[in-house]
C-alpha cells in the first residue's frame, strides 16, 4: 500500500507538469525531456550493470574447481554463498542504479553532442572548429569518464571473486593467479589504462581553457611543454595497455608492472617536472617576449567570446570647462535628461496609484520608452500586482484576489510642481498616451501562488476586478476569459492539484467547476526557464504595453564555460551591483554568453513567446535542432514589440567586466598591467562595502552618433585605487539599446558598443569624487539643511553621467521625504556638475543655466517644467511629532543689504507659517495644515531663490 501511495504522488507530478506544458503549448519539452533523461538512465543503468555482472558471473564460472583454499577463506565463503546470487544481481543493480542516475543528468551533453552545429571559427592551437570545445569535448570526457568508472568497478570486483573462490592465492610471498582469472584482470586492466590514455589525450585539449596567473589558454609553457608532454604520456599509457594484452596470453606480468612504473615516473618528469623547467628558466626571464602571441589569443578570443570585438573606441577629450554656449548641440539630450529615480520613486508611485492595500508596486521600477506626440519619451513604468492578505480566507485569496490591474508609467524627464511623478498612463481603470489594452494582471513577479479562475458562481462574476465600478457602486468583478492554465475538470485533476498544493479544499470545493482553470508557477521568468531549460535568464524583466497587451519581456541568454582562450566570469559576481543582488545561476562560471532569445510572457493569459534573437549562435542553433519549433523567428515580432526592445542590463555589466582589462588589446601592453579599469562604486551605496555602481538607460548623444538614442552605459575608474572618492573617469561605456520600431528587424545600430577613452593627462573627476563634492559643497550644504527643516530626509538619487558640452556632464536628482507614516519621496531640487563646477536648482534647466551661463541647449522649452500639480497626500514639509518645537530655518547672509533684508523677512514667514502648521495639527485642523504647507512650502522656495542670486 505505502509504495501504491509513492507512485501515485510521483504520478501526480509528472502529471501535473504535463498538464501545465500542454496548456501552455511546449508538451514537446517536456516530451523531449522526459525521453532523454529516460534513455540516458537506460543506457547508464545498462552501461554499468551488464559489465559488472558480467564480470562477476566470468570470475566465478571460471574458479577453480577443485581449489585449495584456507580455512579464513572457507569461512568467508560460507558466509557469501547464501546471498551469492543475490549480489550477483544485486551489486550491478545497485550500482546500475547510481550509474543511471548520473547519466540521466548528462543528457544535455548527450544532446548537444548529436545536435551539434560548427562554429565557423577556428581556434589558434590545435586548428578545431570552436564547436569542437563547445559540444564535443564534454561529451568525450564524460563517456571516458564513464567507461573508466566501469571498468575500475569491474576490476575490483572481478579481483575480489577470484581471491574469495581460489582463482588468486597468496601463499607465503608467492602470488598465484589461475590463467582464467589472469586473462580476464589483463584484458579489464588493459581497457582500463587504454581510456586513461585517451583522457590524458583529451586533456591537451583542455589547455586551452584553463586559467593561469596572466592568461586563460594555452601559454608558452603548455605549447612548448605541458601539451608535448600530454602526448608522450598518451603513448607511454597506451604502450602499457598493449602490455597488459600481451600478459593475457603469455603470462607474465613483468611487462606491464614495469610499463605501469615508467608511466607514473614518466608523469612526474613529463608532466610536472619539465613544465616547471621550461617556465622558471626559459620564460619567467622573457616572459614579455615570449608570452605576447599568446596573450594575443586571449585578448582575441576573449573579445569574440564575450561580443566585445566590434567595440568602437573614441577618444575623448573632454573639457572641464562649462562655457556659455557648450550645450547648444545637445538640446536634444539634454531636454530628456531621466530625472525620476526608478530606484527611489516607488513609494511616490505607491501612495499616488495603489488605491486599496490589496495592490503594490515593484520596489524598483523600470525603464522603457513610449511614442508620445510622436516623440519617443522614456518612461518609469510599474506594474499595479496584487498582494494578498495571508490570513484573508482560502476562498477569498483563491476565487477573488486573483489579479493586479493596470500599467502606470511617469515621465522620465518630468516632475509636478510640488515634486511628485508625472504620469502618462496612471488611473484605475486606466487611462492616458498609451491608449487601451487589456489592463488586467494575472502573471506577474509577485502574483499569488495559484488562483483558481474562469467559473463565475451561477451567473455572476466573483474575482475582484477593480475598487470602482457603475452606478455607484464601490467595486467591479469580473471573470476571466481566456486559457491561462491546466482545466480542473475530472476528479483526477481535482486530486493532482490538491495534492501537488497540499490543499484538500481544491478537491472538496463546490467553487471548482469544470470551466475552472488553475494558475500557477506565474512569475514570468519561472515561465520563461521552464520552456526553455537551456538559457540564463537576465535579472530583470521588465513590462511593457505591446499591441493592446501587457506583456513582460524577458532576456535569455546562451552560456558556455568552454570557449577556447576566454577569460572566465563569474555571472552571478559580474552582475552584482547596489541594484541587484544575490543571484544564483546553475552554469555561473562562463567565458561565452550571447542574448540569443527574447521572450515574452502575456500578463494576462501566462502565454510564452520565444523568439531566436541571435541566429548566428552555434549554442542556440543546436538547441534549436533539439526542441524544435519552440521559438518563432524574429520576423514574427512586431514593430510595437520591436520598440521595446533593449539591451539587456545583465550582458551589459558582464561585458563592462571584461572590458575593465581587456579595452586593452595590445599584448604588451596588457602583460604591463598598467592600464586596468573597474567599475566605479556606488556613491549612494550605504553597504559597509560599497556596492557597485549600475548600469543606467539614459536617452543619450554619443560622439559618432547622429542623434540622441535610448541608451544604456556605465563608466570606469582605475582599478585598484580604493576608496572611490578619489577614484578619477578613466572610460564611459555605453550601447545603443533601442532595436527601433521595425516589424521582425532591429535598427542597424542595436547593440553597438562604444567606448570614450578620456587622456591621462586631463582629470575628469569620477562618480565617487562628484557625489563627494556635492556633499561638502557649502552653498549645497546650506540648501540641503533647509530642506530638512521638519525633520524631512533628504535621498540623492541615481547619479547619471552623460557626455554633453564636450566633457561629461554629472546630474542627481535630490528628492526630500517627510518622517509621517504615509509620506513619500518628492523630487525637490536637481544637482549638476561640470568638471569641478556644481549647480544646485529647482529644475534641471535652471540647474544647467546656471552652470553654463544661461544656456541650458533646450531652445524648445524646458522639459523638466512641472506640467501638472496634483495632491500631495504626505509632502516633504509635514512637521516633526505633536508638541515638538519647531525649528527655525537658518539665516545664511548673502552680501547685499536689501537681499539679506528680504531673506530675513522670507524666513519670518516661514517660521510663522511653521508654527501655524504645528498649531493645526495639535487641533486637528486639516484645512488649515495644509494652508499654513502651502504657505511653509512658497517661502521656503522664496528663500532659495534670493540665496541664489
Known amino acids: 500500500m505505502g509504495v501504491l501511495v509513492v507512485v501515485f504522488f510521483i504520478f501526480a507530478g509528472l502529471y501535473s507538469d504535463f498538464l501545465w506544458f500542454d496548456q501552455l503549448g511546449f508538451a514537446t519539452v517536456l516530451a523531449t525531456q522526459w525521453v532523454a533523461s529516460a534513455v540516458m538512465f537506460t543506457i547508464g543503468f545498462l552501461g554499468m550493470a551488464v559489465p559488472v555482472w558480467a564480470s562477476i558471473m566470468l570470475a566465478y564460472r571460471l574458479r577453480p574447481v577443485y581449489a585449495k583454499l584456507s580455512s579464513q577463506l572457507d569461512r568467508y565463503q560460507e558466509l557469501v554463498e547464501p546471498l551469492r546470487r543475490l549480489a550477483t544481481y544485486g551489486i550491478p543493480v545497485v550500482l546500475g542504479l547510481f550509474a543511471g542516475f548520473a547519466a540521466a543528468t548528462r543528457w544535455e551533453v548527450v544532446l548537444l553532442w548529436l545536435n551539434r552545429t560548427p562554429v565557423g571559427d577556428i581556434d589558434p592551437q590545435f586548428g578545431l572548429d570552436v564547436s569542437f570545445y563547445l559540444f564535443e569535448l564534454p561529451f568525450y570526457r564524460g563517456l571516458v569518464g564513464f567507461a573508466s568508472a566501469v571498468i575500475l568497478l569491474a576490476t575490483l570486483l572481478t579481483i575480489a571473486v577470484s581471491y574469495l573462490y581460489g582463482s588468486i592465492r597468496v601463499t607465503g610471498r608467492e602470488l598465484r593467479i589461475s590463467k582464467a582469472a589472469r586473462i580476464q584482470i589483463a584484458i579489464l586492466a588493459a581497457l582500463y589504462i587504454g581510456l586513461q590514455a585517451v583522457s590524458i589525450w583529451l586533456d591537451q585539449y ?23 608532454g600530454r602526448v608522450i604520456l598518451a603513448g607511454i599509457a597506451a604502450l602499457v595497455a598493449v602490455l597488459f594484452l600481451v600478459t ?9 608492472v614495469v610499463g605501469t612504473a615508467l608511466l607514473l615516473v614518466a608523469g612526474l618528469l613529463v608532466g610536472t617536472a619539465y613544465p616547471w623547467v621550461v617556465q622558471r628558466f626559459q620564460v619567467d626571464p622573457n616572459a614579455k617576449t615570449l608570452e605576447t602571441p599568446y596573450i594575443q589569443r586571449n585578448i582575441d578570443l576573449t573579445r569574440d567570446a564575450y561580443d566585445v570585438a566590434d567595440l568602437e573606441e573614441i577618444p575623448y577629450n573632454a573639457t572641464t570647462d562649462a562655457t556659455a554656449g557648450a550645450l547648444r548641440e545637445d538640446a536634444e539630450t539634454t531636454a530628456s535628461i531621466r530625472i525620476i529615480d526608478p530606484a527611489l520613486v516607488s513609494p511616490s508611485i505607491s501612495q499616488l496609484e495603489r488605491f486599496k492595500n490589496y495592490y503594490a508596486f515593484s520596489p524598483n521600477l523600470d525603464v522603457d520608452r513610449y511614442q508620445v506626440d510622436g516623440e519617443s519619451q522614456d518612461a518609469v513604468v510599474a506594474l499595479r500586482e496584487l498582494r494578498q492578505d495571508p490570513d484573508d480566507t482560502w476562498v477569498n485569496n483563491t476565487f477573488v484576489y486573483t489579479h493586479g490591474y493596470g500599467l502606470v508609467a511617469a515621465y522620465g524627464n518630468q516632475r509636478s510642481v510640488d515634486g511628485q511623478p508625472v504620469f502618462l498612463e496612471s488611473g484605475i481603470p486606466t487611462s492616458g498616451a498609451l491608449g487601451e489594452f487589456e489592463p488586467r494582471i494575472y502573471f506577474g513577479e509577485a502574483s499569488p501562488e495559484y488562483s483558481i479562475v474562469g467559473a463565475p458562481k451561477g451567473n455572476k462574476a466573483v474575482e475582484l476586478d477593480f475598487p470602482s465600478g457603475e452606478d455607484g457602486a464601490s467595486e467591479t468583478y469580473n471573470t476571466f476569459e481566456g486559457d491561462a492554465g491546466p482545466k480542473l475538470d475530472s476528479v483526477l485533476n481535482k486530486l493532482v492539484y490538491a495534492l501537488k498544493f497540499q490543499s484538500e479544499q481544491i478537491f472538496l470545493s463546490d467553487d471548482v467547476t469544470s470551466e475552472s482553470q488553475i494558475m500557477y508557477d506565474r512569475d514570468p521568468a519561472t515561465r520563461v526557464k521552464k520552456v526553455a531549460p537551456y538559457l540564463t535568464l537576465d535579472s530583470d524583466p521588465y513590462p511593457s504595453v505591446v499591441d493592446g497587451r501587457v506583456v513582460w519581456i524577458v532576456d535569455g541568454y546562451t552560456t558556455s564555460d568552454s570557449y577556447p582562450y576566454s577569460r572566465t566570469v563569474g555571472l552571478s559576481t559580474a552582475i552584482a551591483d547596489s541594484a541587484t543582488n544575490d543571484q544564483r545561476f546553475a552554469l555561473d562560471d562562463i567565458n561565452y554568453i550571447r542574448n540569443s532569445v527574447k521572450a515574452t510572457v502575456d500578463a494576462y493569459d501566462g502565454s510564452v513567446t520565444l523568439y531566436a534573437w541571435d541566429t548566428e549562435d552555434a549554442i542556440l542553433k543546436t538547441w534549436q535542432k533539439i526542441y524544435p519549433s519552440t521559438l518563432q523567428p524574429m520576423s514574427e515580432m512586431s514593430g510595437e514589440l520591436m520598440s521595446h526592445v533593449r539591451y539587456p542590463s545583465d550582458l551589459f555589466k558582464v561585458q563592462r567586466q571584461i572590458l575593465g582589462q581587456y579595452h586593452v588589446t595590445d599584448a604588451g601592453k596588457f602583460y604591463s598591467r598598467t592600464d586596468a579599469w573597474s567599475t566605479p562604486a556606488d556613491p549612494q551605496s550605504e553597504a559597509a562595502e560599497a556596492a557597485l555602481q549600475p548600469p543606467y538607460y539614459l536617452t543619450l548623444q554619443m560622439p559618432g552618433q547622429d542623434e540622441p538614442t ?44 562604444r567606448l570614450l577613452t578620456l587622456p591621462k593627462d586631463v582629470t575628469v573627476p569620477g562618480p565617487g569624487q562628484v557625489q563627494n563634492a556635492f556633499n561638502t559643497d557649502p552653498e549645497v550644504s546650506s540648501l540641503i539643511n533647509l530642506l530638512k527643516q521638519g525633520q524631512s530626509k533628504v535621498l540623492n538619487g541615481n547619479l547619471l553621467t552623460l557626455p554633453v558640452g564636450g566633457g561629461l556632464l554629472y546630474v542627481q536628482p535630490v528628492y526630500v521625504q517627510s518622517t509621517g507614516e504615509t509620506s513619500y519621496p518628492l523630487l525637490q531640487k536637481v544637482l549638476v556638475a561640470f568638471g569641478d563646477q556644481i549647480a544646485f536648482e529647482d529644475t534641471l534647466d535652471q540647474a ?35 508638541g515638538a518645537e519647531p525649528t527655525t530655518p537658518t539665516e545664511p547672509a548673502t552680501g547685499d543689504p536689501v537681499t539679506d533684508q528680504a531673506l530675513r523677512d522670507v524666513l519670518a514667514e516661514a517660521k510663522t507659517a511653521m508654527d501655524d502648521k504645528a498649531a493645526a495639527l495639535a487641533d486637528g485642523d486639516w484645512a488649515a495644515y495644509g494652508e499654513a504647507d502651502a504657505r511653509l512650502s512658497d517661502a521656503l522656495g522664496r528663500a532659495l531663490t534670493l540665496l541664489n542670486r
Open 848 to 882: 544647467l543655466d546656471s552652470l553654463f551661463g544661461g544656456d541650458s541647449g533646450a531652445d524648445a522649452g524646458d522639459g523638466n517644467t512641472p506640467e501638472t500639480s496634483t495632491p500631495t497626500p504626505g509632502t516633504p514639509t509635514e512637521p516633526t511629532e505633536p
Open 206 to 228: 583542455v589547455t586551452l581553457n584553463q586559467t593561469g596567473d596572466l592568461i586563460t589558454g594555452v601559454n608558452y609553457t603548455d605549447d612548448n611543454a605541458t601539451i608535448p
Open 710 to 753: 535610448f541608451s544604456l552605459y556605465s563608466t570606469f575608474v582605475p582599478r585598484g585605487t580604493g576608496d572611490s572618492a578619489s577614484s578619477v573617469l578613466t572610460g564611459y561605456l555605453a550601447v545603443d539599446a533601442d532595436a527601433g520600431a521595425e516589424a521582425g528587424k532591429p535598427g542597424e545600430g542595436y547593440g553597438k558598443l
Open 248 to 256: 593475457a596470453f603469455i603470462g607474465r606480468w613483468r611487462l606491464p
